[in-house]
């Protein structure tokens, strides 16, 4: 028995070194993309990738790809779905988000609210790079990765103490839009003395009341700034102490050696304990084993809901892509760098629900994202990380045409316009009740106004000259055949086309 064990011991290392090896060969080849997509909530996340899935394994079937060069060029074969590489993370659904924007009448997919990975092999015939001499069909591997935007926001936690964070959140709390909700909560903390002796049922009790007021400011106010992330889309974490945490305020007033010397079964001790478990064991461990080793990256940005909430909303959203930005590690991915550290290489931003405005307003959405994210777009080009904005629509919504009002021709959409039901029986956040009961509404035609192409001033938002709309997915979609979409053509072809040539 023992030899056996010895046997198998040894024929398990080997198969692990030949899969590394496989790996590394794909690598080395440029046969392989980690693409990660990320956004914050209702950004569209789970209708972009499931569009881009939905294109590449319908080529030919009515996808409309021209200009995505290997399409164009003849050398695409085929794509299909296959195992994804880490069987402990979840699958990302694709077939209930076919389903659901295919039914009738058709809704938007469920939100995904944690990680989930796919994987897609792509045939194609390459013309230029080396493999042609080796091969007349070569297999793109592509692992997408879907996580949510407010766990990026969590990253820049990993350089802040329990201090230094419970003070950036009470300055938060305390500036409009959020303060007025945040009153009752922060005067219950001014009552607790930090040094007393923790209580488990306290903690929770104030942790759940902290985690409500997290849902009001995203949900309700519109906000983007949101941290913990986890809070919110806590994933397989719902429940966990590591989640019984929040900012206590004043810290910084309190005696220094008495703070730091609070024994961890006080109250401010257990909670910074907390704080560091959930850096430690949640962010940086989400860092380590997913964030190093993409080499792509989409962030999705939804910028119409923001201008639709208002000034504050808006002013909440370019912080967040501050914070988020910042996250990132950057630099061009040579060869080796791509066999042993891998990172981001290319980074696109899309502008989402490019079909809820009228096509000459995409050039001003795609100017706004730019102005939202200069200055970090220029460290990124610095660094020779390419970038690239565009305006999209994963799965189009509307129909675009002319009407005349007063004589002057105007450019207008027309779509059913989508109607939340905000009745809600159970104990869910308003996102869920939002997602999980779409109305299907009357046919609208309208034109929502115009889209300003830089950062918005004062006279802006006292005009308010944009009205956004939520328009459900056109009808009679068919399971077999292409997503109607606004320019996912050029989102494969800045993402993956220069692996296929």
């Not at 994933?235 to 945490?245: K, N, Q, V």
Request: proline share 6%; glycine share 4%; hydrophobic share 40%.
């Amino acid at each position: 028995m023992a030899i056996i064990s010895k046997s198998m011991i040894k024929k398990r290392g080997l198969d692990k070194l030949k899969h590394k090896a496989n790996e590394l060969v794909k690598r080395s080849i440029d046969q392989h993309i980690s693409l990660a997509v990320t956004g914050l909530s209702r950004s569209g996340k789970t209708a972009f990738i499931t569009s881009l899935v939905n294109q590449l394994i319908n080529e030919g079937n009515g996808a409309k790809l021209s200009f995505f060069d290997p399409v164009y060029q003849g050398n695409f074969i085929a794509a299909k779905r296959i195992p994804q590489k880490h069987f402990h993370v979840p699958r990302f659904d694709y077939d209930a988000a076919i389903s659901a924007l295919t039914a009738e009448p058709p809704a938007w997919p469920e939100p995904t609210h944690g990680i989930s990975e796919l994987r897609l092999a792509i045939r194609y015939k390459p013309k230029n790079s080396l493999l042609k001499y080796a091969t007349d069909m070569a297999t793109l591997t592509v692992d997408i990765t879907d996580y949510p935007g407010e766990w990026l926001l969590d990253l820049p936690m990993l350089k802040q103490t329990y201090q230094e964070w419970s003070e950036q959140t009470h300055q938060l709390m305390t500036s409009s839009p959020r303060a007025k909700h945040s009153k009752d909560f922060l005067a219950r903390l001014a009552e607790i003395d930090p040094f007393a002796c923790a209580s488990e049922e306290l903690l929770a009790e104030l942790s759940q009341e902290y985690t409500a007021l997290l849902n009001t400011f995203r949900y309700d106010l519109g906000l983007s700034v949101i941290q913990p992330g986890r809070f919110i889309l806590p994933g397989d974490l719902a429940g966990a102490p590591i989640l019984e945490f929040f900012p206590f305020p004043g810290l910084e007033r309190l005696d220094g050696n008495q703070y730091q010397n609070a024994p961890d079964d006080s109250l401010i001790g257990m909670l910074r304990s907390r704080y560091l478990e959930y850096k430690e064991q949640v962010v940086r461990k989400f860092y380590r084993e997913h964030f190093l080793s993409f080499d792509r990256q989409i962030v999705l940005a939804d910028c119409l809901t923001p201008l639709n909430k208002g000034k504050e909303s808006f002013a909440d959203l370019e912080l967040a892509m501050s914070m988020v930005l910042e996250s990132y590690h950057y630099g061009k991915s040579g060869l080796f760098s791509r066999l042993f550290s891998p990172k981001i290489d290319k980074l696109l931003f899309g502008a989402t629900k490019a079909d809820h405005v009228t096509a000459e307003q995409h050039p001003a959405m795609v100017s706004l994202l730019n102005q939202l994210i200069h200055q970090n777009k220029h460290q990124l080009n610095y660094e020779a990380v390419e970038v690239k904005t565009l305006a999209i629509a994963s799965v189009k919504a509307t129909t675009s045409g002319m009407t005349k009002h007063k004589g002057v021709e105007l450019p207008v959409i027309q779509g059913n316009k989508l109607v939340p039901c905000t009745e809600n029986n159970s104990d869910d956040s308003a996102s869920e009740s939002f997602e999980s009961k779409q109305i299907f509404g009357e046919k609208i035609t309208v034109f929502p106004g115009t889209v300003p192409n830089k950062l918005p001033k004062e006279d802006y938002w006292q005009t308010k000259p944009f009205n956004f709309i939520s328009f459900a997915p056109i009808t009679e979609l068919s399971k077999h055949q292409s997503l109607p979409h606004v320019r996912m053509d050029q989102v494969l072809q800045f993402l993956l086309a220069d692996k296929m040539i």
